[in-house]
């Protein structure tokens, strides 16, 4: 089966490359497709999966890297690495993850393959490592990982963590025919990971066309049954109790790893070691506490379809929308035990768990609204359910475009991938163009949205609906047209400066800088913006003042890309005048 499988991925790969405005090439393709699955159990966007790429020469042998905390991807700007508070909730010895993928179109795998990364990660592991030393040596992307990880395992070291370090070498060989030169030479890595740090354990993977053909193939499942000891029902919904034990089954793959998808559309993530789940924990670690449901709020589920036969639930397109901090403090704390002794007392406590049947989007918002009343959420954490998020999801599906408000809820239905829109993208969209600030949307690629003052500036009820499509659309053109120059364009640069150049795209198009969404209320019905050539021309210019800035400055790149006073000089220079901020 393996050729037929090898057949299969190539049509998968191909049809993801050419469905797109600018196609991939083959081999880009295959490295954003190996980072999809490879990464499989933890459900990263398009967005996310793009962020780790390693593009260009000295990549050191690898194709991309992710930071992961407990399971949570890193971004630069995550809580623990802007405020020094926020890792006293990282709960004691959470693991910290350095996942390394390899992505190679050939037939096989190699050992020279592993020796590049052994040689790469015996420089770039060392903590007293200096940049400017290697920096001649490897891409300014792949140091900027490895610093992420280095810095967020600096921060941790008072909780404790754990560290593994993981390299999916990923081909178009056998994985089941890999040489034993290769595979020794796995072994020596895992071993060198493993003696990094004091915390540290390795593992190398091997992945082939089977392998990445039962991913590929393999959706996410919203379909899932809930055994009950006892339950109340009314009408078509439920109330139930749960055992413990069969709850952690309910929540787990079988990689032990937890199901986020069913958490997609749960306003919060997971806190850590706040205490709220402090006190879960010493609960279920106390056998003279009281029954675990009468102390707890219990979990919230909605769904299409709920049929009970036999003391077990069958429920459809599931989505736990209140009670994500019981759920993972009862993974994280029981989840081990419950392998190694299922028959546990504790596993015959019970968790309350509420099954709420609708079809009514607007009726399970709602829902999520009202059940997260109860305890303190920002109102922007809410944001998923607000009228303005469904009325532009529903104006983008009438213009074939996918708002993403539920996280790969339109890639698991096979919508091409440049044409759905996330709201973090959205929104630095917004943050960059309408409202002048390419240097607020790069520094904050996963926090814009935590601050309900930028919420409502950037999702604003007098921005019309035609604006924020013409935005996403716009923000997309930029990006192809980043990917198509004939001289590639580093990640690093096309991170730093892609909405510096949708934002003077915009600009360029009303002729004077401006602040407020209105301003383009025309462009967006004539469904207008500037042509490639002139974007050559804006994207020579911009590059031309971001290296002049960092000189006159003595600035590095990813400063001068965050900074106001960049802007400010950036319009002033090309006749566009300078833009007061608030």
Same mark, same amino acid.
């Given at each position: 089966?393996?050729?037929?499988?090898?057949?299969?991925?190539n049509?998968?790969?191909?049809?993801?490359?050419?469905?797109?405005?600018?196609?991939?090439?083959?081999?880009?393709a295959?490295?954003?497709?190996?980072?999809?699955?490879?990464?499989?159990?933890?459900?990263?966007?398009? #967005?996310?999966?793009?962020?780790g790429?390693?593009?260009?020469?000295?990549?050191?042998?690898?194709?991309?890297? $992710? +930071?992961?905390?407990?399971?949570?991807?890193?971004?630069e700007?995550?809580?623990?690495f802007?405020?020094?508070?926020?890792?006293?909730?990282v709960?004691?010895?959470?693991?910290?993850?350095?996942w390394?993928?390899?992505a190679?179109?050939?037939?096989?795998?190699?050992?020279?393959?592993?020796?590049?990364?052994?040689?790469?990660?015996?420089?770039?592991?060392?903590?007293?490592?200096?940049?400017?030393?290697?920096?001649?040596?490897?891409?300014?992307?792949?140091?900027?990982?490895?610093?992420?990880?280095?810095?967020?395992l600096t921060?941790l070291?008072?909780?404790?963590?754990?560290?593994?370090?993981?390299?999916?070498? +990923?081909?178009r060989? #056998?994985?089941?025919?890999?040489?034993?030169?290769?595979?020794? /030479?796995?072994k020596?890595?895992?071993?060198?990971?493993?003696?990094?740090?004091a915390?540290?354990?390795?593992e190398?993977?091997f992945?082939? !066309?089977?392998?990445?053909?039962?991913?590929?193939?393999?959706?996410?499942?919203?379909?899932?049954e809930l055994?009950?000891?006892?339950?109340?029902?009314?009408?078509?919904?439920?109330?139930a109790?749960?055992?413990l034990?069969?709850?952690l089954?309910?929540?787990?793959?079988?990689?032990?790893?937890?199901?986020s998808?069913?958490?997609d559309?749960?306003?919060?993530?997971?806190?850590?070691?706040?205490?709220?789940?402090?006190?879960?924990?010493?609960?279920?670690?106390?056998?003279?506490?009281?029954?675990?449901?009468?102390?707890?709020?219990?979990?919230?589920i909605?769904?299409?379809?709920?049929?009970?036969?036999?003391?077990?639930?069958?429920?459809?397109?599931?989505?736990?929308?209140?009670?994500?901090?019981?759920s993972?403090?009862?993974?994280?704390?029981?989840?081990?035990?419950?392998?190694?002794?299922?028959?546990?007392?504790?596993?015959?406590?019970?968790?309350?768990?509420?099954?709420?049947v609708?079809?009514?989007?607007?009726?399970?918002?709602s829902?999520?609204?009202?059940?997260?009343?109860?305890?303190?959420?920002p109102?922007?954490s809410?944001?998923?359910?607000?009228?303005?998020?469904?009325?532009?999801?529903?104006?983008?599906?009438?213009?074939?475009? *996918?708002y993403?408000?539920?996280?790969?809820?339109?890639?698991?239905?096979?919508?091409?991938?440049?044409?759905?829109?996330?709201?973090?993208?959205l929104?630095q969209?917004?943050?960059?163009?309408?409202?002048?600030?390419?240097? $607020?949307?790069?520094a904050? !690629?996963?926090?814009?949205?935590?601050?309900?003052?930028?919420?409502?500036?950037?999702?604003?009820?007098?921005?019309e609906?035609?604006? $924020?499509?013409?935005?996403a659309?716009?923000?997309?053109?930029?990006?192809? *047209?980043?990917?198509?120059t004939?001289?590639?364009?580093?990640?690093?640069?096309h991170?730093?400066?892609?909405f510096?150049?949708?934002?003077?795209?915009?600009?360029?198009?009303?002729?004077?800088?401006?602040?407020?969404?209105?301003?383009?209320?025309?462009?967006?019905?004539?469904?207008?913006f500037?042509?490639?050539?002139?974007?050559?021309?804006?994207w020579s210019?911009?590059q #031309?003042?971001?290296? /002049?800035?960092?000189?006159?400055?003595?600035?590095?790149?990813? /400063?001068?890309?965050?900074?106001? #006073?960049?802007?400010?000089y950036?319009?002033?220079?090309?006749?566009?005048?300078s833009?007061?901020?608030?």
């Open positions: 089966m393996s050729a037929n499988d090898r057949v299969l991925i049509q998968m790969i191909e049809e993801r490359r050419t469905t797109r405005s600018v196609p991939l090439s083959f081999d880009a295959f490295e954003r497709f190996a980072g999809e699955h490879a990464l499989h159990g933890f459900d990263l966007s398009e #967005e996310e999966i793009e962020a790429v390693i593009g260009g020469a000295n990549d050191g042998g690898i194709d991309g890297v $992710y +930071v992961f905390l407990g399971g949570r991807l890193l971004h700007d995550s809580e623990i802007q405020q020094h508070s926020a890792v006293s909730n709960e004691q010895g959470s693991q910290l993850t350095l390394l993928i390899q190679k179109t050939s037939a096989g795998f190699s050992e020279t393959a592993l020796d590049k990364v052994a040689s790469t990660c015996a420089n770039l592991l060392n903590m007293e490592v200096d940049d400017n030393t290697v920096a001649v040596l490897y891409t300014a992307d792949l140091l900027a990982r490895f610093r992420l990880f280095r810095t967020a921060r070291l008072t909780r404790h963590p754990t560290v593994l370090i993981k390299f999916s070498y +990923v081909t060989g #056998e994985a089941s025919e890999v040489h034993p030169k290769v595979q020794a /030479k796995a020596i890595l895992e071993a060198q990971f493993t003696k990094a740090f915390i540290s354990t390795g190398v993977e992945l082939g !066309p089977s392998e990445l053909w039962q991913r590929a193939s393999t959706l996410p499942s919203y379909t899932l055994p009950y000891r006892e339950s109340i029902t009314h009408g078509t919904s439920h109330i109790l749960v055992g034990g069969e709850y089954d309910f929540l787990s793959h079988e990689s032990g790893a937890i199901k998808h069913i958490f559309w749960n306003v919060r993530d997971y806190q850590g070691n706040v205490e709220v789940n402090r006190e879960i924990t010493a609960s279920l670690q106390n056998p003279e506490a009281p029954e675990f449901w009468w102390l707890n709020n219990g979990i919230t909605v769904c299409s379809q709920a049929t009970s036969v036999g003391k077990r639930l069958s429920l459809s397109d599931v989505q736990i929308v209140n009670g994500l901090q019981t993972y403090t009862l993974h994280e704390t029981l989840y081990d035990l419950y392998l190694s002794d299922p028959a546990d007392p504790v596993f015959d406590r019970l968790v309350q768990v509420r099954i709420l609708t079809v009514d989007q607007a009726a399970r918002d829902v999520i609204r009202a059940t997260n009343r109860q305890t303190s959420v109102v922007a809410l944001r998923a359910t607000d009228d303005i998020q469904r009325q532009i999801e529903s104006y983008f599906l009438e213009h074939d475009w *996918f993403d408000r539920r996280k790969n809820f339109y890639r698991n239905q096979g919508k091409p991938a440049d044409r759905i829109v996330s709201i973090p993208l929104a969209s917004v943050m960059a163009m309408a409202l002048g600030q390419p240097d $607020y949307a790069r904050r !690629p996963s926090s814009l949205l935590k601050s309900d003052t930028d919420y409502r500036r950037v999702f604003s009820a007098k921005t609906l035609p604006v $924020y499509l013409w935005l659309k716009a923000q997309r053109q930029v990006d192809e *047209f980043l990917q198509s004939s001289d590639p364009i580093s990640r690093s640069l991170t730093n400066l892609h510096h150049l949708a934002m003077l795209g915009a600009v360029d198009l009303i002729g004077r800088v401006f602040s407020k969404p209105e301003a383009l209320d025309n462009a967006a019905r004539e469904g207008v500037p042509s490639t050539a002139r974007l050559e021309s804006l210019s911009l #031309e003042q971001f290296e /002049k800035f960092q000189r006159e400055n003595r600035s590095g790149a990813d /400063k001068t890309a965050k900074s106001s #006073e960049f802007v400010s950036l319009t002033a220079n090309l006749g566009y005048g833009l007061r901020r608030r």
